[in-house]
């Protein structure tokens, strides 16, 4: 319980190692915003609003390889003080394709149970058959997962033509019993969801948005301009490029660094959404080495180091990943004290 106390603390003050920021409130990303709640007059009702910032929270591991439910709860309790929007299971950065079906299921029914019934949960529900998306999507809704993030299915990338993903995303939607968003990660797939499949979908009736990981801010900029008038949303996929998406229309973000910085990457933001430009850009650059090196310099081995210095769960990978070498810990935290972060 110390540990839990001492590292929520460090958690919410973390805002103050840079000059002329505040302490996260309640901002654009904080307040409930299931379905149409929060919607004003200048905003249409939507069946769920994604606006705000969401961890895609790491699955932490003992020595031993099996799933530390108890590390991941408590990882939860420790975020209860950051004005995250919501969660999301099985992303890339919680090691999904190393987990059993049975494991998947069951992060989710744990993590439901943890957060905040006013909390979204998102739960990456993609299989390589859209037989099988289907049947993950159905069993994670009744878990409790909120919507579907739903990446592209690449093994026979070279057969995944425009043509080929819209069937399959369409299928995924009309089966259902949850909002589908679409997920663009071509770091980890080779395989990007073409632009002109992105707004197909967005007009289908139950496809509510995109995560796009790429960091192509000119694409992220049409996406948010040609489905200005569909019920989609488009999610940054990195806190690295966070500022960048939120000037061209972004809703939010699903960033991996808002597990080991999250007031700051809320902060950014809340800043954003009230235009507060010279302070976002000086809070963004200070968040670009950190997210770089948890992301594609180090990835998921890196994220999970970074967490345990601010007093978080991030705990062993699962096998075939690896712990840094001891050189690579020393460049991390470089990345993070360079940045005034530790």
Known sequence: MVRVAVAARLLRLQWQKGPGLR????????????????ASAATPSRRLDLRGIYPPLATPFTSQGEVDYSRLEENLRLYSGIPFRGFVVQGSNGEFPYLTQQERLEVVRRVRQAMPKDKLLLAGTGC???????????????????????????????????????????????????PVILYSVPANTNLELPTDVVLSLAQHPNIVGIKDSGGNITRIGLLVHKTQHEDFQVLAGSAGFLLASYI????????????????????????????????????????????????SK?????????????????????????????????????????????
């Open 128 to 178: 390589e058959s859209t037989r099988g998306t289907i049947e993950m999507t159905a069993q994670m809704a009744d878990k409790g997962a909120d919507a579907a993030l739903v990446v592209t299915p690449c093994y026979f990338r070279g057969s995944m033509t425009s043509a080929a993903l819209i069937h399959h995303y369409k299928q995924v939607a009309e089966a259902s019993p949850i």
């Open 23 to 38: 302490p996260a409130g309640t901002g654009a990303g904080s307040a409930p915003r299931r379905f149409a709640a929060g």
């Open 298 to 342: 180090f990835g998921v081995p890196g994220l999970k180091q970074a967490m345990e210095w601010f007093g978080l769960n991030g705990g062993f990978c699962r096998s075939p990943l690896l712990p840094l070498s001891e050189a690579q810990v020393r460049e991390l935290r470089q990345d993070f004290t360079s940045n005034g972060w530790l």
């Open 248 to 295: 061209v229309g972004a809703a939010g973000g699903i960033c991996a660094l808002a597990n080991v910085l999250g007031s700051p990457v809320c902060q950014l933001e809340q800043l954003c959404c009230a235009g507060s430009w010279d302070e976002a850009r000086a809070l963004q650059h200070r968040l670009i080495e950190p997210n770089i090196a948890v992301t």
